[in-house]
């Protein structure tokens, strides 16, 4: 089509030549010639180039694309719908000072506790990922971890999401399954790709590391120039630090919002705030099962990032600024075995909060520090020698850490704390940690 409409212009442009040829010399003749050739040889071979590149992306979509036949039956031609298989290797050498870990002031979740000392493997998990078709997208990762000497497996995400193609307007988005649902910035992260061997304490007290409760998400980026984006779930509300269990309905919900944008080629920024409420109906348990609470739970959530690459590219060279403030809410009823009184009716507020820098100076090597603090609530008379009593002592802990990352798909990384948990308890600790990616390895999230 594209050479029959050339073919027009240059009979159109020879017809005109030839009406002016009784007044044009041999000379302009001949030079009109000349380059109604070279637009001719020009053209087609613009049109060439476009048409092959054509013929490539129709076979590039004929080998990719699912084809659904009369019968409703998936043909899949490719590899598109083949799953990606992804195995995460995370092991540890740990050395304590102390032989308490006790955190004053806070019911802390049993996986929000501090590793085992010694050789320890961490989390394996096991990763499965693949479009399902062509409007939704499914991912399962499950982990081998040790707890208490046990070792468990657990299923940490398990959810399917809608792709473009689904028909929803453009930048909006649903998932449904169990995931580390939107909630500050850490949590949808999965641990392995943390910048310090472990999560800070706003993480470890307030979501026993991190919040993966069963439910739906939907998610909405704004078609502004600059990046918004913001939703909502409902979940079951059978994860710290809820606990309800809910047979019907929802027993818990969230809801979040974030900005960002560019400051020039080489920096960026993020701002987020976010709220997940839910209720406990007696079944959230910690402080190895000497704590049990009921009541409602708010907790908030504030977020911040900024990444600066001097020379322009960040595989080289980068520095990262991040932080997050924690607020909890809680109004219902502690039981607590250790106090002087059985139930304690408790209405009051925590925080916590952290602040990290980590700079890659050169391609394979980083440096980082951390400090994060916990304020505990003031605890009601009925609760004063409990472990809900700080006495006036308020957690921190500080962290330094670097690490060598030799590709995408293993890194080693030497770290050291000093934490002060507990009034009058320093705890000085030294970890050795790898972590090694076999198989597919998805791009990790800004």
């Excluded at 009784?22 to 070279?38: C, F, G, Y």
């Excluded at 009921?294 to 080289?316: H, K, S």
């Excluded at 059985?342 to 400090?371: C, E, H, M, T």
């Amino acid at each position: 089509m594209i050479k029959k409409h050339l073919s027009g212009y240059v009979i159109l442009i020879l017809l005109f030549s030839s009406n002016h040829a009784m007044s044009a010399s041999d000379k302009d003749i001949n030079t009109l010639r000349s380059e109604i050739q070279n637009m001719k040889q020009l053209y087609e071979g613009k049109i060439a180039e476009l048409e092959s590149k054509l013929d490539k992306v129709k076979e590039n979509q004929d080998k990719s694309i699912a084809i659904t036949n009369s019968t409703g039956k998936r043909k899949a031609l490719g590899k598109t719908f083949n799953p990606s298989i992804g195995l995460i290797l995370n092991g540890k050498y740990n050395q304590f000072s102390s032989g308490s870990s006790e955190i004053a002031g806070f019911a802390v979740g049993h996986e929000g506790e501090r590793s085992r000392e010694g050789f320890t493997v961490d989390h394996t998990e096991f990763n499965f990922s693949a479009s399902i078709d062509d409007k939704f997208f499914g991912s399962i990762t499950s982990a081998i971890a040790e707890h208490e000497g046990k070792t468990e497996t657990e299923l940490e995400e398990a959810f399917i999401q809608t792709l473009p193609g689904f028909g929803l307007p453009n930048g909006m988005s649903i998932k449904a399954g169990r995931a580390f649902w939107t909630l500050g910035y850490l949590n949808e992260h999965h641990s392995h790709t943390d910048d310090f061997a472990d999560r800070p304490l706003p993480y470890r007290i307030f979501l026993n590391e991190g919040y993966n409760d069963d439910g739906v998400q939907i998610s909405y980026v704004l078609p502004t120039d600059l990046y918004v984006e913001v939703g909502a779930g409902g979940f079951r509300g059978d994860d710290f630090p809820f606990g309800s269990a809910a047979e019907t309905g929802i027993g818990a919900w969230s809801a979040f919002g974030r900005v960002g944008g560019d400051i020039s080629n080489n920096q960026s920024w993020r701002l987020g705030a976010s709220i997940v409420s839910g209720e406990a109906d007696g079944s959230r348990t910690s402080n190895e099962d000497l704590l049990t609470y009921t009541g409602d739970t708010d907790l908030y959530v504030a977020d911040v990032r900024y990444t600066y690459a001097p020379t322009g590219n960040g595989r080289e060279k980068e520095l990262i600024l991040q932080g997050e403030y924690f607020s909890r809410e809680e109004d219902g009823i502690y039981a607590d075995s250790e106090a002087s009184t059985g139930n304690v009716i408790f209405d009051n507020s925590s925080s916590g909060w952290y602040g990290q820098a980590v700079y890659k100076f050169n391609p394979r090597w980083r440096l980082g520090a951390r400090y994060s603090q916990m304020n505990p609530a003031n605890v009601p008379s009925g609760l004063v020698g409990s472990m809900l009593d700080a006495n006036g002592h308020d957690p921190k802990a500080y962290s330094v850490m670097v690490d060598w990352t030799n590709s995408e798909f293993s890194r080693v990384r030497f770290q050291y704390n000093q934490e002060e948990l507990t009034e009058g308890i320093d705890d000085s600790q030294f970890t050795i940690q790898y972590v090694m990616s076999f198989g597919a390895h998805a791009a990790h999230k800004y």
